[in-house]
Protein backbone atom coordinates (compact mmCIF):
# COMPACT_ATOMS: atom_id res chain seq x y z
CA UNK A 1 0.00 0.00 0.00
CA UNK A 2 1.32 3.28 -1.06
CA UNK A 3 1.12 6.60 0.39
CA UNK A 4 -0.82 9.70 -2.32
CA UNK A 5 -0.76 13.06 -1.26
CA UNK A 6 -3.14 14.75 -3.08
CA UNK A 7 -3.11 18.49 -3.03
CA UNK A 8 -6.98 20.14 -4.39
CA UNK A 9 -10.47 18.81 -3.89
CA UNK A 10 -12.32 20.70 -6.61
CA UNK A 11 -14.36 19.42 -10.10
CA UNK A 12 -12.65 16.98 -11.36
CA UNK A 13 -10.58 14.61 -8.09
CA UNK A 14 -13.29 12.31 -7.81
CA UNK A 15 -12.86 9.79 -10.06
CA UNK A 16 -8.99 9.95 -9.52
CA UNK A 17 -9.79 9.61 -5.64
CA UNK A 18 -12.55 6.89 -6.33
CA UNK A 19 -9.96 5.09 -8.60
CA UNK A 20 -6.38 5.21 -6.53
CA UNK A 21 -8.78 3.94 -3.51
CA UNK A 22 -9.70 0.70 -5.36
CA UNK A 23 -6.07 -0.12 -5.68
CA UNK A 24 -6.17 0.47 -2.14
CA UNK A 25 -3.61 3.28 -1.78
CA UNK A 26 -3.71 5.45 1.10
CA UNK A 27 -4.59 8.93 0.52
CA UNK A 28 -4.32 12.12 1.99
CA UNK A 29 -6.56 14.93 0.51
CA UNK A 30 -5.61 18.11 0.98
CA UNK A 31 -7.36 21.49 0.57
CA UNK A 32 -7.80 25.24 1.39
CA UNK A 33 -11.39 24.07 2.31
CA UNK A 34 -11.67 21.34 4.36
CA UNK A 35 -15.39 20.19 3.66
CA UNK A 36 -14.16 19.67 -0.34
CA UNK A 37 -11.99 17.16 1.30
CA UNK A 38 -13.90 16.08 3.85
CA UNK A 39 -17.24 15.28 1.04
CA UNK A 40 -14.62 13.48 -1.00
CA UNK A 41 -13.27 11.11 1.67
CA UNK A 42 -16.81 10.36 2.34
CA UNK A 43 -15.94 8.13 5.76
CA UNK A 44 -14.03 5.80 3.24
CA UNK A 45 -11.24 4.14 5.47
CA UNK A 46 -7.67 4.96 4.43
CA UNK A 47 -9.08 8.41 2.96
CA UNK A 48 -7.89 11.26 5.27
CA UNK A 49 -9.35 15.15 4.60
CA UNK A 50 -6.64 18.03 5.52
CA UNK A 51 -6.48 21.76 5.32
CA UNK A 52 -3.61 22.48 3.45
CA UNK A 53 -1.83 25.83 2.24
CA UNK A 54 0.34 25.06 -0.50
CA UNK A 55 2.38 28.03 -0.06
CA UNK A 56 3.05 27.01 3.37
CA UNK A 57 6.58 25.09 2.84
CA UNK A 58 6.82 23.99 6.14
CA UNK A 59 3.62 21.92 6.10
CA UNK A 60 3.65 20.83 2.58
CA UNK A 61 7.30 19.58 3.27
CA UNK A 62 6.55 17.75 6.21
CA UNK A 63 3.07 16.19 3.95
CA UNK A 64 5.40 15.46 1.30
CA UNK A 65 8.10 13.67 3.06
CA UNK A 66 5.51 10.95 4.79
CA UNK A 67 4.17 10.34 0.90
CA UNK A 68 5.28 8.12 -1.75
CA UNK A 69 3.31 9.91 -4.55
CA UNK A 70 1.94 13.48 -4.80
CA UNK A 71 -0.92 14.46 -7.50
CA UNK A 72 -1.21 18.31 -7.42
CA UNK A 73 -4.46 19.60 -8.63
CA UNK A 74 -3.83 22.92 -7.30
CA UNK A 75 -4.03 25.98 -9.88
CA UNK A 76 -1.63 26.23 -12.54
CA UNK A 77 1.00 28.61 -10.78
CA UNK A 78 1.83 26.74 -7.52
CA UNK A 79 2.75 23.85 -9.44
CA UNK A 80 6.52 24.59 -9.31
CA UNK A 81 6.47 25.21 -6.07
CA UNK A 82 4.88 21.79 -5.34
CA UNK A 83 7.54 20.16 -7.57
CA UNK A 84 10.30 22.27 -5.94
CA UNK A 85 9.08 20.30 -2.40
CA UNK A 86 8.78 16.57 -4.74
CA UNK A 87 12.25 17.24 -5.69
CA UNK A 88 13.73 17.94 -2.42
CA UNK A 89 11.95 14.63 -0.74
CA UNK A 90 12.37 12.56 -3.52
CA UNK A 91 8.99 12.41 -4.19
CA UNK A 92 7.09 11.42 -7.76
CA UNK A 93 4.80 14.18 -8.98
CA UNK A 94 1.56 14.05 -11.33
CA UNK A 95 -0.37 16.91 -12.43
CA UNK A 96 -2.99 17.28 -15.35
CA UNK A 97 -1.69 21.18 -16.35
CA UNK A 98 0.58 22.45 -19.34
CA UNK A 99 4.15 22.33 -18.62
CA UNK A 100 5.23 25.71 -17.99
CA UNK A 101 8.71 26.75 -18.65
CA UNK A 102 10.13 26.96 -15.20
CA UNK A 103 8.60 23.37 -14.80
CA UNK A 104 11.04 22.21 -17.78
CA UNK A 105 13.16 24.13 -16.45
CA UNK A 106 13.52 21.31 -13.63
CA UNK A 107 14.44 18.11 -15.81
CA UNK A 108 17.63 17.97 -14.58
CA UNK A 109 17.02 18.16 -10.73
CA UNK A 110 14.14 15.62 -10.99
CA UNK A 111 16.84 13.37 -13.23
CA UNK A 112 18.94 13.70 -10.21
CA UNK A 113 16.52 12.89 -7.74
CA UNK A 114 15.73 9.89 -9.69
CA UNK A 115 11.73 11.02 -9.63
CA UNK A 116 9.15 11.63 -12.50
CA UNK A 117 7.74 15.18 -12.46
CA UNK A 118 4.75 13.62 -14.81
CA UNK A 119 2.40 17.01 -16.32
CA UNK A 120 -0.16 17.02 -19.20
CA UNK A 121 -1.86 13.86 -17.81
CA UNK A 122 -5.70 15.04 -18.18
CA UNK A 123 -8.16 15.43 -21.61
CA UNK A 124 -6.69 18.53 -23.18
CA UNK A 125 -3.75 18.48 -22.47
CA UNK A 126 -3.82 14.11 -21.67
CA UNK A 127 -5.48 11.93 -23.74
CA UNK A 128 -5.04 14.47 -27.05
CA UNK A 129 -1.31 14.16 -26.84
CA UNK A 130 -1.83 9.90 -25.88
CA UNK A 131 -4.10 9.38 -28.47
CA UNK A 132 -2.31 11.89 -31.18
CA UNK A 133 1.11 9.75 -30.25
CA UNK A 134 -0.45 6.21 -31.07
CA UNK A 135 -1.42 7.38 -34.38
CA UNK A 136 1.92 8.82 -35.35
CA UNK A 137 3.87 6.22 -34.02
CA UNK A 138 2.71 3.24 -35.91
CA UNK A 139 2.30 5.63 -39.08
CA UNK A 140 5.88 5.67 -38.08
CA UNK A 141 6.11 2.39 -38.24
CA UNK A 142 4.44 1.58 -41.51
CA UNK A 143 6.73 4.19 -43.41
CA UNK A 144 4.33 6.88 -43.72
CA UNK A 145 4.45 10.28 -43.12
CA UNK A 146 2.43 12.93 -41.28
CA UNK A 147 1.52 15.57 -43.87
CA UNK A 148 -1.54 17.02 -41.59
CA UNK A 149 -2.59 17.00 -37.77
CA UNK A 150 -5.42 19.14 -37.23
CA UNK A 151 -6.57 18.74 -33.23
CA UNK A 152 -10.01 19.35 -32.14
CA UNK A 153 -10.77 19.40 -28.35
CA UNK A 154 -13.95 21.26 -26.42
CA UNK A 155 -15.43 20.43 -22.70
CA UNK A 156 -19.34 21.55 -23.40
CA UNK A 157 -22.73 20.99 -22.70
CA UNK A 158 -24.05 17.86 -24.21
CA UNK A 159 -26.75 18.88 -26.64
CA UNK A 160 -29.45 18.34 -24.71
CA UNK A 161 -28.35 20.63 -21.79
CA UNK A 162 -27.44 23.30 -23.98
CA UNK A 163 -30.08 25.56 -23.06
CA UNK A 164 -28.95 29.18 -22.32
CA UNK A 165 -27.61 32.08 -24.82
CA UNK A 166 -23.73 31.55 -24.42
CA UNK A 167 -24.03 27.57 -24.61
CA UNK A 168 -21.43 27.08 -22.22
CA UNK A 169 -21.80 25.72 -18.63
CA UNK A 170 -18.49 25.43 -16.21
CA UNK A 171 -17.12 22.07 -15.14
CA UNK A 172 -13.91 23.51 -14.51
CA UNK A 173 -12.34 26.72 -13.93
CA UNK A 174 -14.00 30.03 -14.96
CA UNK A 175 -11.17 31.91 -15.18
CA UNK A 176 -8.90 29.32 -16.99
CA UNK A 177 -11.60 29.59 -19.78
CA UNK A 178 -11.89 33.12 -20.20
CA UNK A 179 -8.04 34.14 -20.12
CA UNK A 180 -7.28 31.25 -22.65
CA UNK A 181 -9.50 33.51 -25.07
CA UNK A 182 -6.81 35.85 -24.85
CA UNK A 183 -4.01 33.92 -25.49
CA UNK A 184 -2.15 34.74 -29.73
CA UNK A 185 -1.97 31.93 -31.21
CA UNK A 186 0.10 30.21 -34.20
CA UNK A 187 -0.29 27.22 -36.27
CA UNK A 188 1.11 25.75 -39.85
CA UNK A 189 -0.68 25.54 -42.67
CA UNK A 190 0.20 23.97 -46.01
CA UNK A 191 3.94 24.53 -45.05
CA UNK A 192 3.08 28.39 -43.97
CA UNK A 193 3.13 30.36 -40.46
CA UNK A 194 -0.45 31.28 -39.46
CA UNK A 195 -0.84 33.90 -37.04
CA UNK A 196 -3.86 34.98 -34.78
CA UNK A 197 -3.14 37.63 -31.92
CA UNK A 198 -5.66 37.53 -28.83
CA UNK A 199 -7.75 40.27 -29.94
CA UNK A 200 -8.70 38.35 -33.03
CA UNK A 201 -9.02 34.52 -31.61
CA UNK A 202 -12.66 34.77 -31.54
CA UNK A 203 -13.82 36.33 -34.35
CA UNK A 204 -11.77 33.95 -36.81
CA UNK A 205 -13.72 30.69 -35.26
CA UNK A 206 -14.06 28.33 -37.89
CA UNK A 207 -17.06 26.09 -38.68
CA UNK A 208 -15.69 22.31 -37.85
CA UNK A 209 -18.04 19.20 -39.02
CA UNK A 210 -17.35 17.23 -35.98
CA UNK A 211 -20.06 14.53 -36.72
CA UNK A 212 -23.71 14.49 -38.14
CA UNK A 213 -24.76 15.74 -34.82
CA UNK A 214 -22.52 18.13 -33.51
CA UNK A 215 -21.77 21.35 -35.55
CA UNK A 216 -19.14 23.44 -33.42
CA UNK A 217 -17.17 25.90 -34.20
CA UNK A 218 -13.30 26.16 -32.97
CA UNK A 219 -10.36 28.70 -32.17
CA UNK A 220 -6.71 28.12 -32.55
CA UNK A 221 -5.19 27.12 -28.92
CA UNK A 222 -2.06 29.20 -28.05
CA UNK A 223 1.00 27.98 -30.28
CA UNK A 224 0.56 24.87 -32.18
CA UNK A 225 4.19 24.82 -33.74
CA UNK A 226 5.55 23.04 -30.48
CA UNK A 227 4.12 20.07 -31.32
CA UNK A 228 6.15 19.30 -34.16
CA UNK A 229 8.83 18.56 -32.09
CA UNK A 230 6.86 17.02 -28.88
CA UNK A 231 5.14 14.74 -30.81
CA UNK A 232 8.20 13.96 -33.51
CA UNK A 233 6.52 15.04 -36.72
CA UNK A 234 9.56 17.20 -38.50
CA UNK A 235 7.89 16.44 -41.88
CA UNK A 236 3.94 17.91 -40.75
CA UNK A 237 3.04 20.65 -43.28
CA UNK A 238 -0.09 21.78 -41.07
CA UNK A 239 -0.47 21.34 -37.86
CA UNK A 240 -3.10 23.01 -35.48
CA UNK A 241 -4.59 22.49 -32.13
CA UNK A 242 -7.57 24.04 -31.38
CA UNK A 243 -10.49 24.09 -28.80
CA UNK A 244 -14.30 23.64 -29.68
CA UNK A 245 -17.33 25.60 -28.64
CA UNK A 246 -21.35 25.83 -29.46
CA UNK A 247 -21.64 28.46 -32.76
CA UNK A 248 -22.71 31.10 -29.88
CA UNK A 249 -20.01 31.37 -27.35
CA UNK A 250 -17.68 33.22 -30.06
CA UNK A 251 -19.58 36.63 -30.36
CA UNK A 252 -20.40 36.42 -26.50
CA UNK A 253 -17.46 36.36 -25.07
CA UNK A 254 -15.73 38.85 -27.19
CA UNK A 255 -18.20 41.32 -26.86
CA UNK A 256 -17.32 40.80 -23.20
CA UNK A 257 -13.52 41.11 -23.96
CA UNK A 258 -14.14 44.07 -26.18
CA UNK A 259 -16.45 46.05 -23.16
CA UNK A 260 -13.55 45.16 -20.84
CA UNK A 261 -15.27 42.47 -18.53
CA UNK A 262 -11.76 40.10 -19.10
CA UNK A 263 -9.42 43.43 -17.69
CA UNK A 264 -7.35 41.86 -15.01
CA UNK A 265 -6.72 45.35 -13.61
CA UNK A 266 -8.01 46.05 -10.00
CA UNK A 267 -10.95 48.40 -9.80
CA UNK A 268 -9.93 51.87 -8.93
CA UNK A 269 -11.51 52.93 -5.95
CA UNK A 270 -14.30 50.67 -4.25
CA UNK A 271 -15.48 47.75 -6.84
CA UNK A 272 -19.07 49.12 -8.31
CA UNK A 273 -22.19 48.23 -6.32
CA UNK A 274 -24.33 46.62 -9.01
CA UNK A 275 -23.93 44.94 -12.50
CA UNK A 276 -25.78 47.87 -14.18
CA UNK A 277 -23.05 50.35 -12.38
CA UNK A 278 -20.04 48.41 -13.41
CA UNK A 279 -21.21 48.14 -17.43
CA UNK A 280 -21.84 51.89 -17.17
CA UNK A 281 -18.25 52.48 -16.00
CA UNK A 282 -16.87 50.19 -18.87
CA UNK A 283 -19.18 51.76 -21.31
CA UNK A 284 -19.13 55.19 -20.30
CA UNK A 285 -22.57 54.93 -20.95
CA UNK A 286 -25.91 55.55 -18.16
CA UNK A 287 -28.91 53.57 -17.37
CA UNK A 288 -29.94 50.13 -18.37
CA UNK A 289 -31.78 51.27 -21.68
CA UNK A 290 -28.86 53.03 -23.49
CA UNK A 291 -26.86 49.98 -22.39
CA UNK A 292 -29.36 47.23 -24.32
CA UNK A 293 -28.97 49.26 -27.07
CA UNK A 294 -24.90 49.42 -27.13
CA UNK A 295 -24.24 46.49 -28.89
CA UNK A 296 -25.72 46.31 -32.47
CA UNK A 297 -26.41 42.74 -32.36
CA UNK A 298 -29.37 41.54 -30.09
CA UNK A 299 -28.09 38.11 -29.46
CA UNK A 300 -25.58 40.00 -27.52
CA UNK A 301 -27.63 42.17 -26.08
CA UNK A 302 -30.14 39.78 -24.50
CA UNK A 303 -27.18 37.17 -23.82
CA UNK A 304 -25.88 40.48 -21.56
CA UNK A 305 -29.24 40.66 -20.17
CA UNK A 306 -29.94 37.07 -19.68
CA UNK A 307 -26.42 37.15 -17.33
CA UNK A 308 -27.63 40.01 -15.02
CA UNK A 309 -24.99 42.58 -16.82
CA UNK A 310 -27.47 45.12 -16.51
CA UNK A 311 -29.12 43.99 -13.90
CA UNK A 312 -28.69 45.76 -10.06
CA UNK A 313 -27.16 42.56 -8.88
CA UNK A 314 -24.13 42.88 -6.61
CA UNK A 315 -20.97 42.77 -7.75
CA UNK A 316 -18.38 40.39 -6.26
CA UNK A 317 -14.79 40.34 -7.32
CA UNK A 318 -12.13 43.14 -7.18
CA UNK A 319 -11.58 43.04 -11.01
CA UNK A 320 -13.81 42.84 -13.82
CA UNK A 321 -12.79 39.17 -15.43
CA UNK A 322 -12.83 38.41 -11.06
CA UNK A 323 -16.48 39.67 -10.98
CA UNK A 324 -17.75 38.11 -14.83
CA UNK A 325 -15.90 34.70 -13.67
CA UNK A 326 -18.31 35.16 -10.36
CA UNK A 327 -21.48 35.75 -12.56
CA UNK A 328 -20.80 33.27 -15.11
CA UNK A 329 -20.25 30.56 -12.46
CA UNK A 330 -23.62 31.17 -10.67
CA UNK A 331 -25.60 31.64 -14.02
CA UNK A 332 -23.91 28.59 -15.69
CA UNK A 333 -24.41 25.70 -13.30
CA UNK A 334 -24.96 22.02 -14.41
CA UNK A 335 -28.64 21.62 -13.14
CA UNK A 336 -29.54 18.07 -11.79
CA UNK A 337 -29.72 15.63 -14.50
CA UNK A 338 -28.49 18.30 -17.01
CA UNK A 339 -24.63 16.59 -18.30
CA UNK A 340 -21.18 17.83 -19.72
CA UNK A 341 -19.52 16.41 -22.62
CA UNK A 342 -15.94 15.73 -23.83
CA UNK A 343 -16.05 16.23 -27.74
CA UNK A 344 -12.29 15.47 -29.32
CA UNK A 345 -11.43 14.73 -32.69
CA UNK A 346 -7.92 14.43 -34.51
CA UNK A 347 -7.52 14.34 -38.17
CA UNK A 348 -4.67 13.04 -40.02
CA UNK A 349 -3.68 13.04 -43.18
CA UNK A 350 -0.95 10.29 -43.52
CA UNK A 351 1.25 9.68 -47.09
CA UNK A 352 2.88 6.44 -47.74
CA UNK A 353 6.06 5.62 -48.89
CA UNK A 354 4.10 5.89 -52.83
CA UNK A 355 2.82 9.37 -51.97
CA UNK A 356 -0.38 7.69 -51.50
CA UNK A 357 -2.63 10.17 -49.21
CA UNK A 358 -4.97 8.54 -45.91
CA UNK A 359 -7.53 10.77 -43.99
CA UNK A 360 -7.62 9.22 -40.77
CA UNK A 361 -9.92 10.60 -38.03
CA UNK A 362 -9.98 9.65 -34.32
CA UNK A 363 -12.92 10.47 -32.56
CA UNK A 364 -13.76 10.56 -28.73
CA UNK A 365 -17.69 12.08 -27.23
CA UNK A 366 -17.48 11.32 -23.42
CA UNK A 367 -20.69 12.51 -21.38
CA UNK A 368 -20.94 12.75 -18.37
CA UNK A 369 -23.02 10.47 -16.01
CA UNK A 370 -26.48 11.20 -14.75
CA UNK A 371 -26.34 11.55 -11.10
CA UNK A 372 -22.36 10.65 -11.25
CA UNK A 373 -19.26 11.75 -12.40
CA UNK A 374 -19.03 15.13 -14.69
CA UNK A 375 -17.19 14.00 -18.58
CA UNK A 376 -14.23 16.39 -17.27
CA UNK A 377 -14.28 14.71 -13.72
CA UNK A 378 -13.88 11.40 -15.79
CA UNK A 379 -10.79 12.48 -18.58
CA UNK A 380 -9.54 14.59 -16.45
CA UNK A 381 -9.21 12.12 -12.99
CA UNK A 382 -9.16 9.13 -14.57
CA UNK A 383 -5.56 9.67 -17.08
CA UNK A 384 -3.82 11.36 -13.90
CA UNK A 385 -5.16 8.15 -11.34
CA UNK A 386 -3.87 5.53 -13.67
CA UNK A 387 -0.82 7.40 -14.24
CA UNK A 388 -0.33 7.99 -10.43
CA UNK A 389 -0.67 3.86 -10.00
CA UNK A 390 1.68 2.63 -12.56
CA UNK A 391 4.41 4.95 -11.09
CA UNK A 392 3.61 3.66 -7.70
CA UNK A 393 3.49 0.14 -9.25
CA UNK A 394 6.80 0.54 -11.01
CA UNK A 395 5.11 -0.09 -14.58
CA UNK A 396 6.24 3.57 -15.46
CA UNK A 397 9.76 4.01 -14.77
CA UNK A 398 10.74 7.18 -16.62
CA UNK A 399 12.36 9.98 -14.69
CA UNK A 400 12.43 13.69 -15.21
CA UNK A 401 9.87 16.28 -16.12
CA UNK A 402 8.04 14.56 -18.64
CA UNK A 403 4.85 14.84 -20.73
CA UNK A 404 2.84 11.78 -21.95
CA UNK A 405 4.49 11.43 -25.36
CA UNK A 406 6.08 8.22 -25.46
CA UNK A 407 4.87 4.94 -25.76
CA UNK A 408 6.15 3.99 -22.15
CA UNK A 409 3.89 6.13 -20.93
CA UNK A 410 0.83 6.45 -23.30
CA UNK A 411 0.39 2.49 -24.27
CA UNK A 412 -0.32 1.03 -20.35
CA UNK A 413 -2.59 4.39 -19.69
CA UNK A 414 -4.82 4.23 -22.79
CA UNK A 415 -4.96 0.62 -22.50
CA UNK A 416 -6.19 1.21 -18.80
CA UNK A 417 -8.74 3.82 -20.14
CA UNK A 418 -10.51 1.50 -22.02
CA UNK A 419 -11.18 -0.19 -18.62
CA UNK A 420 -13.39 2.60 -17.82
CA UNK A 421 -15.04 3.06 -21.37
CA UNK A 422 -12.75 6.32 -22.61
CA UNK A 423 -11.61 5.29 -26.12
CA UNK A 424 -11.17 6.57 -29.72
CA UNK A 425 -13.30 5.76 -32.60
CA UNK A 426 -10.59 5.24 -35.30
CA UNK A 427 -11.63 5.68 -38.92
CA UNK A 428 -10.38 5.77 -42.62
CA UNK A 429 -12.45 8.88 -44.21
CA UNK A 430 -12.92 7.91 -47.88
CA UNK A 431 -15.71 10.32 -48.91
CA UNK A 432 -14.04 13.77 -48.48
CA UNK A 433 -11.33 15.65 -50.05
CA UNK A 434 -8.46 17.26 -48.04
CA UNK A 435 -9.42 20.97 -47.62
CA UNK A 436 -13.02 19.82 -46.73
CA UNK A 437 -11.87 17.15 -44.24
CA UNK A 438 -9.17 19.65 -42.36
CA UNK A 439 -12.48 21.93 -41.87
CA UNK A 440 -11.27 24.09 -44.53
CA UNK A 441 -8.66 26.08 -42.31
Known sequence: MAKVLLLGAGFVTGPLVDYLHSKDHEIIIGSQFLPEATQLVNGRKGLTPLQ??????KQLTELVEKTDL?????????????ARICIEQKTSMVTASYAQPEMLSLNQAALDADIIILNEIGVDP?????????????????????EALVSW??????????????????????????????????????????????????????????????????????????????????EVKTLLRGTLRYPGFGKI????KQTGLLSDETFPGKTPDTWKALMCDLTGLSGTE???????????????????????????????????????????????????????????????????????RSTLVEKGEAGGFSAMAKTVGYPAAIAADMILSGQITRKGVCIPVTRDIYEPVLE??????????????????????LNHL
Open 253 to 256: IDAA
Open 153 to 234: CGGIPSPEANNNPLGYKFSWSPMAVLTAVSNDAKYLRNGQLKHISGNSLLTLMKAVSFNAELGLKGYANRDSLTYQTQYAIP
Open 290 to 360: SLTSFYSDTAISDCFKWLGCFSDEPVAGDSPIAAFCQLLSDKLQYEKGEQDMIAMQHRFVLVDKNGVKKFH
Open 70 to 82: VVSFVPFQFHVLV
Open 126 to 146: GIDHMTAMQVIDQAHDRGEQV
Open 416 to 437: VLKSVNIMMTEEIVVDQNEDSF
Open 52 to 57: VDVTNK
